[in-house]
């Protein structure tokens, strides 16, 4: 088991601005951010005491979807490794990386020289993607992303291994005989899988150390836990999962602007209790959004929530 946070207390990360710009989420701001935006932010999550930050990962993104996804998505390995040299502390989540589309031998030389060069602090999220023309262009199947998926991590759970010449047979890759260093410095890599669909959720229950779900409401996360316990135990899997959440829009204090409807704002005390549910609802942690107007403001805003609202998490 590949446990990244201590068990019992609620752990919170974030996924970064900038980095990745759906209209689904981005600020206004974020158009025009730069590099030194985004490191901003990744230090002050760092300094607030954040247990991850989390990138996307798309290749290219076809017309007919460039207005709702928009075409910024940076390079997630690129990416984690520019933060893990401005970071101390905090891990680093690709939330997801879409693993079918590379071959398992150059997704490992990329995650375990990231792994390597930051101290052991990967995270490997990883999803099966939803994009049929990223997948075709790339000579890759669509239509068998999943079991794509399923055997690319079984072949990257030996790539990532401690073997300097790892072995894997199977019906899409097989390899040996071809060594690679360096090794990550993790003698496990955790691999949390994302996904809310039922066949993500069972390739979390059975080949992951954790879930990441896909924006599910509180409400659906109960019957969505119980069916992953449910899974593992009958795959034999003694092993707890580390479970996730990505919770409401966040505004520490009275926002004084529109912050939209869904937005949970307010004191501190009161943002706690409420970001406390998820534990009770079986959620080991919580990824977190903040609205903001720029970049000072989202800084301030994990600054605030580092020290007035995290220390109530696990009261």
Known sequence: MARVFEEGRLAYGMQLPVQSQSTLYAEPWEA?????????????ADRAGFGYLATCDHVAIPRRLAGPMGT???????????LAGITERVRL?????????????????????LDHLSGGRL???????????????LGVDFDRRGPLLDESLDALRAALGPEEFPEFEGGAFSFKDLGQLP???QERVPVWVGGSSPAAVRRAAVRGDGWLPQGDPREKLPAQIARIRELREAAGIAEPIEIGAITEALYVGEPGWD??????TGKPEALAASLREYARLGVDQIQVRFRSRDRAELVDQIAAFGADVAPHLND
């Open 93 to 113: 989540l690709s939330h997801v990386a879409i693993v079918a589309l590379r071959h398992p031998l150059l997704s490992a030389k990329s995650y375990a020289t």
């Open 72 to 82: 910024v998505w940076y390079d997630p390995v690129a990416t984690l490794a520019y």
């Open 259 to 264: 912050t939209g409807r869904r937005t949970l």
């Open 123 to 137: 995270v490997l999220g990883v999803g099966a993607g939803h994009v049929q023309e990223e997948f075709e262009v």
């Open 183 to 185: 090794r990550p410095t």
């Open 32 to 44: 025009s951010a730069t590099a030194a935006d985004l490191a901003a932010v990744a230090r002050a």
